[in-house]
């Protein structure tokens, strides 16, 4: 047994992350899902950790995957590093100076292309050794993502419930109610939901947070989502409804971003009822840069309402 000890190959950070991700899950395929890696490959890592600790740490069965009684003794102390490790980068990072860093931010694909290119270039200008490594990433693993260390700031447009993280609300994006230009309500500034019954509607495939919101008020009102055509991205949805394949609902600030000259296109709102993200920037409740994240709150509030306060309405 001593010798079988000796033989024991240390772990990487990224294999102790899955095996955490899996024994929280309890599902191989759900984990690679959130943790952004092909199942093959959560598959492969978790075989050599077992094979270099000597032990197996899940069973598998048709009803799921379980933590064998190895892996429950083995998964307290990989949480443990998995938490040291985050504290040790965050203490690292103390050393400098907070404005002079560089931040990993982790942003909705359907909101950073159309909110980053207005306040990024004057945050350059008031923080000149500011940096941020800019990733794109649903908003349910945006979470996830920041909890683990794999970013240091988010904005999401999902509710935070987690003890772990601080939320700084910023401001609230409406979701506009677009249509073909030939479509009959076509015209009006303002739709009542009731108009939409029967309307068949395009949305966003369900791993975007609004496609919820939107499936809510097809619910609602008795319109129905286009469950064969839900699109990859925005500019898809927006194609789909130019093509008259259906009706749609698009953010606020992607229409000011991207459609200047909407004439395949009626944009409107809806008249009692209207669809909203409210989206706020986030961060680890141990971060030792949390001051510098709340007056940076404060500086996005500053630029969005300058530069976007038509489009969307910051929240003080």
Known sequence: MGCKALMIKQPTLNQLSYFVAVAKLENFRAAALELGVSQPTLTGQIAALEKSLGVVLFERSRSGTQLSPQGRALIEPAEAVLKTNVRFMEQARELSDDSQTTYRLG??????PYLLPYVLPELHERYTKLKFYVRDVAPRRLEQGLIN????LIITPLSQESSQLVSADLFIEPLKFVMP???PLAGASAIDPEQLRGESVLTLESTHHFHYQVLELCDRIGAHILRDYEGTSLDTLRQMVV???GVAFLPGLYIHSEL?????????????????RRHSLVWRNTASNRVFFRQLSENLRDIIERRLGHAVKVIR
């Open 181 to 183: 230009s030939d479509h």
């Open 149 to 152: 260390g794999e970013f240091d």
């Open 243 to 245: 093509m008259g394949m």
């Open 107 to 112: 942003v909705p694909p359907t909101l950073g």
């Open 260 to 276: 200047h000259k909407p004439e395949a296109l009626h944009v409107c709102e809806l008249s009692q009822a209207p669809i909203e």
